[in-house]
């Protein structure tokens, strides 16, 4: 009996030993992602640092390292984000608001279910494909802004229509029948009853897609944003570059000076970034308030 | 059609004495004549945007087709599939995929030798051990992690993973699989992390009280009853992050080199499907000609090896989930 009771009592601690050496391990793997992420900020930032200078944003790419900004790029990104943002925008709620509110069970709306959730698994670059074939050379917008606006468009629609779904479909029940009972018609209940206490959920998530979009590289030198742009660009069929296409190029250099830019560039493209999700944020955590 | 008849009725909120500004809001829910056009117009306008994202599939088969049908009528498909030499840039040209196919695989088996392991230690990490504080800090660095765009990635690489890999392995060159690999499974964990988390958390907790009632420990409430549960969510994960590591493009061209190299060797320089799409397209190369054809065709191979692997994903996901 004795014998018993302390081969079970070593099993026990033996137990006991497993699960606190593989709580330690499993802790230690949640880690490395912090680590690689600090490890990350930390090279870019011995790089960069620097390299962060005014010059950095007041002039133009060059071939000489000392003289070389990236006005431009930051522009372009601007601009880009400024076209594609009310675009993106209707068409993304647009969309939700239909398949949430108007649209049946039937197959056609499963199909559009099934079609949003496999685009937002295509790679981006098949988007810079598509954007090369449609918008430059089909539609003739050739390396425009424009092109260029248009194929992130596409690129962030479903990020877009799926966190603007989630959104709807948060608003409770109760405030579209109230609505009704007052007597609204179906759009009048949508557009002034839902929509509205969804909105900091739908601006959430496209946020989340614009800062997708502002370090997308891949589609964009598909489509042919040059790489080396000492101008601004004046209309919307104007050539453009972005942050992470001057980025690239100037990683893509062999002399160091132009990859301590990159670094530099790289700051600055992650402080816009980290602005937006801060934004995102407090839109969430007043989203989470409300309801 | 409730609505309609609703709306023929009195007012509901227009009886008896009202705050002033109700009253006001509610005289402007009832004047209708041009509400009902929009009522009637807005569902046709917001199907149009929703129409959009099957236009998108359409022209995104359309232009892969179409294009890629003019390039087998120059290479021929057999040759194109079954070919074990890429080099469209220079005589004599050949269009052997198998190169570029290796490459892809290549970084991505690293990839994910480096994410499903961290990943799914972490996910269990944070679903059954961790503290809610803990998840509290880690869940946004993770999403901060997921949000650093490729190409910072892509520097990264070069300028921290590869001193890294060449101080172990002093043969490698500048370029190479293994460190374009790890970072894009370093890009991927955060993927693998919180699918795996959402299925695991999606596990009743009554399942976690009988096992522990039984006298189980945390590890082993996590391996035997949990991570059952939560499989087929943690299988979709897995083929998500693949998916997406066959697609990342900025990472490998920048980390891993331009050579269409069939080899398993990840020390040395080789070619993804992704960075061959880049390299052509920033290049001069004609309308017409074969290596703009040549884009198409890897572009289709790439698009429908990622399209399977994201149906596997939602079958597993949908077909083998335990209903509670």
Redesign the interface.
């Known amino acids: 009996m004795d014998l018993l009771r302390s081969a079970n009592r070593e099993q026990i601690a033996r137990?006991?030993k497993?699960?606190f050496c593989?709580?330690l391990?499993?802790?230690a793997?949640?880690s490395?992602?912090?680590v690689?992420?600090c490890?990350?900020l930390i090279?870019?930032l011995i790089?960069g640092i620097g390299r962060l200078r005014p010059e950095l944003f007041e002039h133009f790419p060059s071939r000489r390292a000392d003289r070389a900004g990236m006005k431009s790029a930051i522009v372009g990104s601007m601009y880009m984000l400024g076209i594609m943002l009310p675009i993106s925008f209707?068409?993304?709620?647009?969309?939700a608001?239909?398949?949430e509110e108007?649209?049946g069970r039937g197959r056609l709306t499963r199909?559009?279910r099934?079609?949003?959730?496999?685009?937002a698994?295509?790679?981006?670059?098949?988007?810079?494909?598509?954007g090369?074939?449609?918008f430059v050379?089909m539609l003739m917008l050739h390396r425009s802004l424009l092109a260029g606006a248009f194929t992130m468009t596409?690129l962030v629609?479903?990020i877009i229509?799926v966190a603007a779904q989630e959104a709807l479909r948060a608003v409770p029940k109760s405030r579209r029948e109230a609505a009704?009972?007052?007597?609204?018609?179906?759009?009048?209940?949508?557009?002034?009853a839902v929509l509205p206490s969804a909105l900091p959920g739908i601006l959430t998530g496209v946020i989340?897609a614009m800062?997708?979009a502002?370090?997308?590289?891949?589609p964009l030198?598909?489509i042919?944003a040059l790489t080396y742009v000492a101008f601004l660009p004046k209309s919307v069929l104007d050539p453009f570059t972005v942050m992470?296409i001057q980025?690239?190029n100037w990683?893509?250099r062999p002399q160091p000076e132009f990859?301590e830019l990159?670094?530099a560039g790289?700051l600055v493209?992650?402080a816009l970034?980290l602005l937006m999700?801060f934004a995102a944020?407090l839109l969430r955590n007043k989203y989470s308030k409300q309801i | 059609m409730n609505v309609e008849r609703l709306r023929t009725g009195q007012a509901v909120g227009a009886t008896g004495p009202k705050p002033k500004r109700a009253r006001a809001a509610g005289a402007r829910a009832f004047r209708n004549g041009r509400r009902s056009v929009m009522n009637r117009l807005m569902p046709v306008l917001l199907g149009l945007c929703a129409s959009v994202s099957i236009i998108t599939s359409v022209g995104i088969v359309y232009t892969l087709v179409s294009e890629t049908i003019f390039f087998f009528r120059d290479v021929p498909i057999v040759e194109f599939l079954t070919g074990t030499r890429w080099s469209p840039l220079f005589e004599p040209k050949s269009f052997g995929i198998l190169p570029l196919l290796a490459g892809t695989l290549l970084i991505t088996v690293i990839a994910c030798a480096v994410a499903m392991p961290v990943g799914l230690a972490s996910a269990i990490y944070l679903s059954e051990y961790a503290p809610r504080r803990m998840r509290n800090v880690v869940k946004p660095i993770l999403e901060v992690l997921a949000g650093v765009p490729t190409i910072v990635y892509g520097y990264f690489a070069l300028s921290f993973m590869t001193p890294i890999v060449r101080a172990i392995f002093p043969e490698t060159g500048i370029f190479n699989a293994l460190s374009a690999g790890i970072v894009v499974g370093i890009m991927i964990i955060p993927m693998v992390t919180s699918l795996s988390e959402d299925a695991m958390n999606a596990v009743p907790k009554s399942l976690r009280d009988g096992a522990y009632a039984l006298g189980a420990t945390r590890f082993e409430s996590a391996l035997k009853i949990v991570l059952p549960a939560a499989l087929s969510g943690i299988v979709a994960s897995f083929v998500l992050a693949f998916s997406r590591a066959v697609g990342e493009t900025m990472i490998v061209t920048v980390a891993a080199g331009a050579t269409p190299n069939l080899t398993v060797n990840p020390l040395e320089s080789i070619q993804t499907m992704t960075a061959y799409i880049v390299q052509v397209s920033l290049g001069d190369t004609q309308r017409g000609s074969i290596e703009y054809g040549s884009i198409f065709a890897v572009g289709t191979a790439l698009f429908v090896i990622t399209l399977l692997l994201n149906l596997l994903a939602q079958y597993v996901a949908g077909k083998f989930r335990e209903e509670y």
């Open positions: 137990r006991r497993i699960d593989l709580h391990l499993f802790a793997a949640t490395v992602g912090v690689a992420l490890a990350l090279d870019i790089d209707m068409l993304g709620v647009g969309a608001i239909w398949l108007y649209a199909l559009i099934l079609n949003i959730r496999t685009l698994g295509v790679p981006s670059i098949v988007y810079g494909i598509l090369l074939t449609l050379r596409i629609l479903p229509i009704y009972a007052l007597g609204a018609n179906k759009w009048q209940t949508v557009s002034r989340l800062s997708r502002i370090g997308e590289t891949a030198i598909m042919g992470p980025i690239f990683m893509s990859h990159a670094a790289i493209l992650l970034l999700n944020i």
